[in-house]
């Protein structure tokens, strides 16, 4: 069966500095979102992206992030600085529709000291 | 603003009896409804979801049950095992996003 692969499972970074993560979606998927979930919790939309540019943000989502589909199967988000704060689990999912069921990855989880 | 949410944080259930999780939503306009299991250390999974047009859905062992007139939805577990201890979110998908209740965590005990 095919599922959302994402790396690595685990990131620590020191605060400040650009972490990347990344995500495979299935493959014929054509809209991709990434989700945050600080431990304890409820999940968060961050952002969707359908043909190569942002269709959706949320309030969490300000300049310090960015995504990029960089090839024909990876989805990245990158945070330029990060925070403290940004320390969570971060699922990518994908989804054939808009309006379709999301499938999430394994999510992520990044630690920022 | 779209909020969804849920009752309560924790229900504990012997296995082999029902289980009945709630959610409430604000939002009249919301059409399409998920529920998700998330395990410890995993992604959250798809379990069944519902659109605006039903008021009923049924899968295998499970149930979901909206109520537009009061904005609720629930989900019933039938035979609860202990494979289903996880939490359980509600999630309304809003087109390019979901918005996600806090979780209820389903405790399933021998």
């Known amino acids: 069966e095919p599922e959302v692969t994402q790396t690595p499972s685990h990131q620590v970074t020191q605060m400040g500095q650009e972490v990347i993560l990344r995500c495979v979606p299935i493959?014929?998927?054509?809209?991709f979102y990434w989700y945050r979930q600080i431990l304890g919790q409820k999940v968060e939309f961050l952002v969707s992206?359908?043909?190569?540019?942002?269709?959706?943000k949320s309030e969490i989502f300000d300049d310090q992030f960015s995504v990029e589909r960089p090839d024909g199967s990876n989805f990245t988000l990158k945070i330029r600085s990060t925070k403290l704060e940004d320390s969570a689990m971060y699922f990518c999912?994908?989804?054939?529709?808009?309006?379709?069921?999301?499938?999430f990855g394994p999510g992520t989880r990044l630690t920022v000291l | 603003g779209e909020s969804v949410g849920l009752h309560l944080p924790t229900l504990s259930v012997q296995e082999g009896d029902n289980s009945i999780i709630n959610c409430a939503y604000s939002?009249?306009?919301?059409?399409?409804f998920i529920w998700y299991k998330q395990e410890s250390g995993k992604g959250p999974q798809f379990i069944i979801d519902?659109?605006?047009?039903?008021d009923k859905r049924q899968g295998q062992r499970v149930t979901v049950l909206l109520n537009k007139t009061v904005k609720h939805l629930s989900l019933q577990i039938a035979a609860t095992q202990p494979g289903d201890s996880a939490v359980y979110f509600c999630?309304?998908?809003?087109?390019?996003?979901?918005?996600f209740g806090g979780g209820t965590r389903l405790m399933v005990k021998p």
């Open positions: 999630a309304n998908n809003a087109g390019n996003m979901l918005t």
């Open positions: 999912a994908s989804s054939t529709t808009n309006n379709n069921e999301q499938f």
């Open positions: 493959s014929n998927h054509l809209y």
């Open positions: 992206f359908y043909n190569n540019e942002i269709s959706e």
């Open positions: 939002n009249s306009a919301s059409d399409y």
């Open positions: 519902i659109r605006s047009n039903m």
